[in-house]
């Protein structure tokens, strides 16, 4: 079975209108990790979750966007959705464009 891609992007804008960043690397990873969302090594830049995966841009700092991938369609949308709306981020599936803003 194919694993579902997601791009995470910030609900937010920048002062010129475009898309403002998501965070500073270190505070989205530290946020994540207290919602049971983390790299399985230090600097790993796959951060593993329930049902997900999130792939940080290496070398990246502040992170403008995020790959996800849906490991485990069970239990992953309640989990999306959760840090969606926790995170203030939209999400975007590139293989239909549309937009999902919890």
Known sequence: MARRQLVILSRHSDKDGGLAPLGARKDLEEALSLRNTAADHVG???????????????????????????????IAWSVILRLAREMQWKILDPSNGRELSP
């Open 44 to 74: 790993g830049h796959v951060l593993y979750g329930p049902g997900i995966e999130l792939e940080l841009p290496p070398e990246q700092d502040p992170v403008l966007q995020m790959l996800l991938t849906v490991s485990d369609e069970d």
